[in-house]
């Protein structure tokens, strides 16, 4: 069975500075696929950037990039610049059931920016 | 293109009840998943259909239950509410390929459900 772990329940940062979410996971499937969703307080889940496992490159979008360390089974998402619109839930998932496209999703963690 | 949209918005239920929820999603995708978020158990996996057909489901009872039409439009339903039930429902949409997994998927507003 997949899971998504999350250690930081909620994490602050200070606006224009940078921060790191930290993400585990477990599944014994080779191809898989890694996502951070983040969840405004409007409770509309919006994509922040996708991974695929078999990609070495870490996956990269504007502002936000992740550091995949596949031997470690680790997915933390980097925000640079942080904005007041960053503030939300973000999510880690993961999708590892070929012919589905079942998400285990992580608790979540609560990011604070503050002005 | 129009987003994932989900009907209704917000629902208030009584226990023993029923309800359906309502999703459309975006023009052109075929698969439709659907999750249940509460603050105590996160987001949980409950069912996904593509072509029509359940590919998946999540560990839920019988009570839940779910179906998608020619349109791939996707309701779920879920019987004899109880207490529990409570949660906000999402239904995100995507364009895998048939045998594939690890689209990206969509999601919808949600339909917020009290049960009293």
């Known amino acids: 069975a997949q899971t998504v772990t999350q250690s930081q329940p909620e994490m602050s940062v200070q606006e224009a500075e940078t921060v790191t979410l930290s993400c585990t996971y477990d599944?014994?499937?080779?191809?898989?696929?890694l996502f951070w969703y983040k969840q405004p307080p409007s409770r509309q889940m919006i994509l922040v950037i996708r991974?695929?496992?078999?990609?070495?490159q870490n996956a990269t979008e504007n502002r936000f990039s992740v550091n995949f360390q596949k031997a470690a089974k680790s997915f933390s998402l980097k925000i640079s610049d942080s904005q007041l619109g960053d503030a939300a839930m973000y999510f880690c998932?993961?999708?590892?059931?070929?012919?589905?496209?079942?998400?285990?999703f992580g608790k979540g963690t609560k990011l604070t920016v503050n002005p | 293109k129009a987003g994932v949209t989900q009907t209704p918005r917000y629902l208030i239920k009584t226990r023993g009840q029923q309800v359906t929820l309502s999703c459309s999603p975006i023009s052109g995708h075929r698969s439709v998943s659907w999750y249940q978020q509460t603050p105590g158990q996160g987001l949980q996996f409950l069912f996904e259909?593509?072509?029509?057909?359940?590919?998946n489901k999540g560990n839920f009872p019988g009570r839940f239950s779910g179906r998608q039409f020619s349109n791939s439009r996707s309701e779920m339903n879920v019987s004899t509410l109880e207490l529990g039930d409570s949660a906000l429902y999402l239904c995100?949409?995507?364009?895998?390929?048939?045998?594939?997994?690890?689209?990206?998927?969509?999601f919808g507003p949600g339909t917020r459900l009290t049960v009293l």
């Open positions: 599944t014994s499937e080779s191809d898989y696929y």
């Open positions: 995100a949409s995507s364009s895998p390929d048939e045998l594939a997994g690890g689209d990206t998927q969509y």
């Open positions: 259909y593509f072509s029509e057909t359940q590919r």
């Open positions: 998932a993961c999708n590892s059931q070929g012919g589905s496209e079942k998400l285990v």
């Open positions: 991974q695929e496992a078999y990609k070495q």
